[in-house]
């Protein structure tokens, strides 16, 4: 079992930045590939952004590609998602999730373990 907490969401104007922070503890942090989907009202659970477990593959969406990047320290069981030039769009809860195998990084059905969610609103 993972428990996996978010922390980091809130307001923030257009062109701002915010940086999320999800914390692990239960089995083995460094075991599993992170993940980071966010899901706006009225809209399916989207992924934004993956990282390997030794931190040396990410992957993200193309509309945050160059925007956010992901990165995890293993020592302290954390996974991170800075946010810059942010956009009214990127309005959603935002999701740490955890998956074991690593096979399907983009898809939401992969993952093991989720966390609650923060609320991240970018105003116009």
């Known amino acids: 079992q993972v428990q996996l907490i978010e922390t980091g969401g809130g307001l923030v104007q257009a062109g701002g930045s915010l940086r999320l922070s999800c914390a692990a503890s239960?089995?083995?942090?460094?075991?599993?590939?992170m993940g980071w989907f966010r899901q706006a009202p009225g809209k399916e659970r989207e992924f934004v952004a993956a990282i390997s477990w030794s931190g040396g593959v990410t992957a993200y969406a193309n509309s945050v590609e160059g925007r956010f990047t992901i990165a995890r320290d293993n020592a302290k069981n954390t996974v991170s998602l800075a946010m810059n030039s942010l956009k009214p769009e990127d309005t959603a809860v935002y999701y740490c999730a955890a998956d074991r195998e690593g096979r399907r990084l983009r898809s939401s059905y992969e993952y093991d373990y989720w966390g609650q969610g923060t609320q991240v609103t970018v105003s116009s």
């Open positions: 239960g089995r083995t942090f460094s075991g599993y590939y």
